[in-house]
């Protein structure tokens, strides 16, 4: 009983970390008030042609998955509790300023202004989160996983709601959420310390490329964000081809989201208790698995598709957190932002391979084919995880 006792203890998080998780939950909430809507927002309510909405769009997301490494660096040698409070503010003031003006130029200095904030923001709550000693670490992580799903099912509900009393609501209110949770985390900056970085850039930089296994792993992990941007491309088109109705395609979302926070209440101990290498490679088998079993049903009914996002969600909930602990284990304490800034870039590649490939293959391909691809590509990641879990070497 003591062993326990002493056990729940060490994994006990304190009040500041409690607060960061609470604070992305609430932020997560504000983002997913607006993200849904934004392209609707943008064409039917500002009348913005096809490319500007594609521009705006591709702004925030280039701005929001490049900029890490850069801004994680920043933190490493300034202050990461900084970086926390101003990736904050700047997302306040981008979703404030989308409401503001119809002007093209204006809305897509705001839409950067979102993503310059993620690029703040992302790489400094890991790197505190990293800089927990090992078991409150690996609560953090996982609880961070919660909070981001868990926020994802309640924004887009708060976002309905509002949008259906003033289509600018949204946005202002997602940009008042930022604005009160800057003033928090301001309010607690002084607990939110890492290991100040001494080194030049170049050593930073030298330091990195140096780490093989790190950089093997960013490079595998470019074909997990591959498929799993399928999640937002292939899965709603083949919804929409299945049921012909716009209307469930948001099926397959609260499927996604509240499966995701049940899910990791079972998975939280397999994920505390594993190394995170293995949790990858796991989450990954049945991410490959979820796109294979897709076309087995031929004219696949509603529910075959949203069971397999469910296996879908069960890979995601376990390689999502496995992979920010694997990272936390590289950076030994030092270099933490510039560590999870570098790996964001995975998410660049990736990403963007995943859009176009998946709106090619999906158009393209048949009814099968697509997700063969997408599986095997899931199970090739799975394999090269084990590889290089049976490589320790650095």
Same mark, same amino acid.
């Given at each position: ?18 607060? %960061? ?7 997560n909430v ?26 705006? %769009? ?23 509790? @900084? ?14 300023g ?29 790197a505190?989160?990293a ?42 209110w ?7 949770m ?13 290991? @100040?970085?001494?080194?030049r ?14 950089? @093997? ?88 598709l ?26 030994e ?11 964001? %870039? ?26 063969m ?13 084990g590889?290089?879990? @049976?490589?320790?070497?650095?």
């Amino acid at each position: 009983m003591e062993a326990h006792a002493t056990e729940r203890q060490q994994e006990r998080l304190g009040t500041p970390v409690r607060v %960061l998780l609470a604070a992305t939950f609430l932020m997560n909430v504000g983002s997913f008030a607006v993200v849904p809507f934004l392209a609707v927002y943008l064409t039917h309510t500002l009348h913005l042609s096809a490319w500007q909405v594609g521009s705006v %769009l591709t702004v925030q997301l280039l701005c929001a998955r490049l900029l890490p490494l850069a801004t994680g660096m920043v933190g490493d040698r300034l202050s990461h509790s @900084r970086n926390l409070v101003t990736g904050v503010l700047l997302r306040g003031l981008g979703f404030v300023g989308l409401a503001q003006s119809g002007w093209f130029g204006w809305v897509f200095a705001a839409s950067a202004f979102v993503g310059i904030g993620s690029a703040w923001y992302d790489p400094s709550v890991s790197a505190v989160f990293a800089g927990q000693p090992e078991r409150q670490r690996k609560r953090a992580f996982t609880l961070y996983n919660q909070a981001l799903n868990a926020g994802a099912v309640l924004g887009p509900l708060a976002g309905a709601a509002l949008i259906a009393v003033d289509p600018t609501l949204p946005f202002y209110w997602g940009g008042v959420v930022f604005f009160v949770m800057a003033a928090l985390l301001w309010y607690y900056r002084r607990h939110y310390r890492t290991v @100040r970085t001494e080194k030049r850039v170049r050593d930073s930089m030298s330091r990195l490329w140096a780490d093989r296994r790190f950089v @093997r792993f960013t490079c595998i992990m470019v074909l997990f964000w591959a498929v799993y941007t399928q999640l937002s491309v292939s899965f709603p088109l083949e919804m929409m081809r299945i049921s012909g109705e716009e209307r469930w395609v948001s099926a397959l979302f609260v499927v996604n989201g509240t499966s995701g926070v049940a899910l990791m209440f079972l998975l939280r101990r397999f994920i505390e208790r594993r190394p995170p290498l293995q949790v990858v490679r796991t989450g990954l088998w049945w991410l490959g698995l979820s796109f294979c079993l897709v076309p087995l049903v031929p004219g696949a009914p509603l529910v075959w598709l949203l069971f397999c996002m469910l296996l879908f969600t069960l890979g995601e909930t376990m390689v999502l957190p496995g992979s920010d602990l694997a990272i936390a284990e590289c950076t030994e304490g030092e270099d933490a932002g510039a560590y999870f800034g570098m790996y964001k %870039l995975s998410w660049a590649a990736g990403g963007t391979v995943g859009n176009y490939a998946g709106a090619w293959l999906m158009n393209q391909g048949g009814e099968v084919w697509p997700w063969m691809v997408y599986g095997a590509a899931g199970f090739c990641a799975c394999v090269l995880i084990g590889r290089l879990e @049976r490589n320790p070497a650095r």
